[in-house]
Structure formats: structure tokens, C-alpha cells
């Protein structure tokens, strides 16, 4: 009984001073989402994108908490994705236009290298909530209207909280996730962003704000915006 005991505690010892650490999602994996994975380049990439966004939005904010929304936005539409397949669920092609068009309108504030990739996941997170509003659609028995679109999302949002709870996220500990695998403080999903630049371009997850005095006095390297 003993030589389990002490087994148990090398493996634990292990565990707490391997980076990788035990139940990570692998080498170069930031997250593992029901088997998909989302990886560091993703992760590096969606924050910068999100950094330069705070940026335009005139803001500053911690670039370790950049990079805990950006990996929890990523996971969000991941989870999505599984949703719909799970449901048999599809976007409207014409209604992903209309809702990306409404960011299109900050595109020209960001800098050119962020330009596409502002597109390319303005079309990801349109696609997303076109998927949600289609499945509040579904579970209300109302048409899709985008005038009733929050109380379609909340629905849908709900359908899909109830999925969520059938995936493994496995989250890799330097984004500090909670026991469900969310990044950070916990999970962010569906959450309504404050700015209009944010909004537009990121499912922020919960609102996280931080002392903006305090976010301008971090080092250069350390924040974003300010």
C-alpha cells in the first residue's frame, strides 16, 4: 500500500513541475476541445488579432488576459461547430452576410497585416451565431428574426450549454482554466461584448475588464493598447 502511495505522490510531484503537465492536451496544443485541437499558433494568432482590436477600441488591457479570451473565443466556436453537427444543424449563407456585414465596418481601423484575418473570423463568428440563431429558431418554434435575434441566441445558447456539458476540454494550465477547461475565470460562451470593435470581431467571453490604469502601466510587452 505504501509503494502505491508514494507512486501516486512521484506522479503528482511530476504532474506539478512538467509544464506539459498530467491531463494536458498535448505539445503545441493550447486546448482540446471533444478531440479537436485547437493549437498554440491558433491561440498566438487570435490574440494578437484581439490585441490590436483593444487597440482600436482605445482601451488597454493585459496581455495574459488577451490571450485567456482570444483561446476561450476559439473554444466557444469550436463547440458550436460540434453542436451543429451534433444537431444537424446549418447557417443561413444569406443571414452569416448580414451579420458579417455589420463588422465589416472596422476593418479599415485595424492595421493591413490584421485585415483578413479580421475577415476570416468575422465569417467564423457570423457562421456561429447564424448556427445559434438557427437553433433557437428550432427550439422556440419561431422563423429566424433578427429583430428577436438576443432572445434566439439565448435560446440556442442554452441548447447548446446543454451539449457543452457532453464535451472534455482539456486546456493547457498556462491559461489558468477552471475545472470545466475554460481559460482563465470560467466559461465565456454566447456572452454579448461591450465594445462595438469587440463585438464585431471576438466573442469576448465574460466580461474581464481590468483597471485601465493599471493595464497602461504594464510594460509595452505586457499589454495591449493603452
Known amino acids: 500500500m505504501k509503494h502505491k502511495t508514494w507512486a501516486r505522490v512521484a506522479v503528482a510531484a511530476l504532474c506539478a513541475v512538467l509544464l506539459a503537465g498530467c491531463d494536458q492536451p498535448g505539445l503545441g496544443v493550447a486546448s482540446d ?6 493549437t498554440d499558433e491558433q491561440a498566438a494568432s487570435a490574440a494578437d488579432l484581439l490585441c490590436a482590436l483593444v487597440a482600436v477600441d482605445g482601451r488597454a488591457a493585459s496581455r495574459a488576459m488577451i490571450n485567456k479570451q482570444a483561446l476561450a473565443s476559439l473554444i466557444d466556436l469550436e463547440l458550436t461547430r460540434q453542436y451543429a453537427k451534433k ?14 456585414q455589420q463588422g465589416l465596418t472596422f ?3 485595424l492595421p493591413k497585416k490584421n485585415r483578413e ?3 476570416d473570423l468575422l465569417a467564423e ?3 456561429s451565431r447564424a448556427i445559434l440563431l438557427a437553433a433557437g ?3 422556440t418554434n419561431q422563423p429566424i428574426n433578427l429583430q428577436q435575434g438576443d432572445q434566439l441566441l439565448q435560446a440556442g445558447g442554452m ?15 498556462r491559461f489558468a482554466p477552471d475545472k470545466k477547461g475554460w481559460p482563465g475565470e470560467g466559461n ?20 474581464r475588464s481590468e483597471d485601465q490604469a493599471w493595464a497602461k502601466a504594464l510594460p509595452a510587452s505586457q499589454r495591449c493598447g493603452g
Open 159 to 173: 441548447g447548446r450549454l446543454k451539449f457543452e456539458k457532453s464535451v472534455k476540454i482539456q486546456t493547457a494550465a
Open 87 to 100: 444537431e444537424k444543424l446549418t447557417a443561413d449563407p444569406t443571414l452569416v452576410t448580414e451579420l458579417s
Open 188 to 207: 465565456g460562451s454566447v456572452s454579448v461584448a461591450k465594445s462595438k470593435p469587440a463585438k464585431a470581431a471576438l466573442v469576448l467571453g465574460q466580461d
Open 107 to 109: 476593418v479599415d481601423q
Open 137 to 139: 429558431a428550432r427550439l
Open 33 to 38: 476541445v471533444g478531440g479537436h485541437k485547437i
Open 117 to 119: 484575418q479580421f475577415k
Open 125 to 127: 463568428i457570423s457562421t
